[in-house]
């Protein structure tokens, strides 16, 4: 496909801009429910091995430990600088994977690896080498140039050498959490980071032969304004990462406690949100980056573009990805599997995750079996995030359906936005407009069978879509 243009259109956008989901995956995770647990995992990871052309595997582990608390931060995470705890927290992890692996064909072929957190570089690198070897001896890795192991990295708790050892591990991806470079900004989110921290780690990436990297940016911090974002933004396209995504932050103390640390009158206003955003996809298309789609940025040799242009990118829990035919498996406290047509998440807490492993049961406790109605309109969500269209015809074939009479409400939702000029309707799909590949969530939504027409309430679950 071609490469993606933008047209910010401030008006549209402001109209636009309400809460919904990030379809990271669908059914989202609010559809996941109790009566999921080990025995359906079981069933499914089952029912998933046995093709004649045996499907890949995708590893997610999550590591919970941070040493520092970022206000603006709304991941599972565990402040502690004890490192002690990482090892614990090791010893209950090796008990998952030696559950979890034979529930997997040995000739499923492990093609992604990628570390999560919390802050993944809490644990040293002799620790990381030791889960990927134990990864290893319970799962055949694939040995194909485009195998991915990925690791997100605080530069703060990082140097040279560390980079250097994870690389010898096989570490041949990094993502680095940035968000601004300012020193207001970075005050007010008690995240003190400086240039030369990170310019030292992502110049090592490339001196230990890292494939890519990543840099994350966030916009709508407090004390943010365009002259600071501004110089983060040339700061990092100097340092020409292959990936950078540009995140709108999500305000929500309800759902995310460190947030209320924050002074909520230092946010800036939804014309400001919007003028960052703007001059985050200026600068970053200037320096040469490709706009993937939602807030990903990358170069055009890096494979999330060649993949995209291929038309096989994919998106799940862990962003865009080029691996789209694989099962998920996750690992840890919160980490959530994708096998087959189900979805299943481990506990969110501690206790929970350590008390299941500690009574010898895979620690499950929610998820969810897709319908073939989930499963249809996974396939086109999936299409529209990774491709800004709908394959109209392509949908009929796959799943046997008129796609006229099918989604006719949706079609219906969506008329006011093709009138707007966010999509184009053809006979044969559905086409965002580049005013509206910025809007995709909103476009997603008009497929969800599970939003509630009404408003949304007070406390919404869900990020604004700007």
Known sequence: MEPQSIAFDAELLRRYDQPGPRYTSYPTAPQFHTGFGERELREVAAASNGDPIPRRLSLYVHVPFCESPCFYCGCNRIITRDKARGDAYLARLYREIALAAPLFDRDREVIQLHFGGGTPNFL?????GEVVDTLRGHFRF?????????????????????ITALGSIGFNRASFGVQDFDPDVQRAVNRIQSVEQTRTVVDACRAGGFRSVNVDLI???PNQNPAGFARTLDIVADMRPDRVAVYGYAHMPHLFKPQKQLDASLLPSPDMRLALLQLAIE??????CLYIGMDHFALPD???ALAQ??????RNFMGYTTHAESDLLGLGVSAISHIGDSFSQNPRDLPSWQAALDEGRLPVFRGMRMDADDVLRADLIQ????SAEIPVRALERRHAVVFADYFAEALARLRPLADDGLVRIESDR???SSRGRLLLRNIAMCFDRYLAPTAEPSAPRFSRAI
């Open 302 to 304: 890096d494979e999330l």
């Open 309 to 314: 242009a291929r038309g096989s990118l994919h």
């Open 283 to 288: 600068r970053l298309t200037a320096a040469g």
């Open 142 to 162: 694939s040995d194909a140039a485009d195998r991915d192991i990925s690791i997100e990295l605080d530069p703060r708790f990082v140097d040279a050498d560390d």
């Open 219 to 221: 916009y709508g911090l």
């Open 383 to 386: 299409a529209l995030m990774c």
């Open 124 to 128: 040293s690198p002799a620790q990381l």
């Open 430 to 432: 559905i086409v965002a």
